[in-house]
């Protein structure tokens, strides 16, 4: 019931820029927290940026004055803005929402990610 769907990914070059979207559908009450996370291959997947309900984000150090999170609430979307893109910042990319249902449950959704390849 709930879905989220990752767009923006693609292959660059190192020091180009690139946006990714992600846009929340379903039946639910609320979105508390939105984020996203990726996953390098043979690594485990690791918190990008977040962004809670009250609009505060937090970054990884490794992409702190890079990357920023935004959000349009009207759109049910959350972006990820990434500069100075570097090679290791390769990976799948997945958006991430904390979401509180109509019956008030809160659950964690995931979408399916997109391939971000940064060539040197």
């Known amino acids: 019931q709930v879905r989220l769907v990752e767009s923006g990914g693609g292959l660059v070059q190192a020091g180009e820029s690139l946006r990714l979207s992600c846009v929340v559908s379903g039946s639910f009450f609320s979105i508390n927290r939105m984020g996203w996370y990726r996953q390098a291959p043979g690594k485990q997947r690791e918190l990008v940026a977040t962004?809670?309900?009250?609009?505060?984000?937090n970054y990884a150090d490794s992409v702190k004055g890079r990357f920023s999170i935004s959000r349009d609430n009207a759109k049910n979307t959350v972006y990820l803005q990434m500069n100075g893109l570097k090679p290791e910042d390769t990976a799948v990319y997945y958006c991430n929402a904390v979401v509180k249902l109509t019956t008030g449950h809160v659950y964690s959704y995931w979408g399916q990610g997109t391939q971000v390849t940064v060539s040197s």
């Open positions: 962004m809670h309900s009250g609009d505060d984000a």
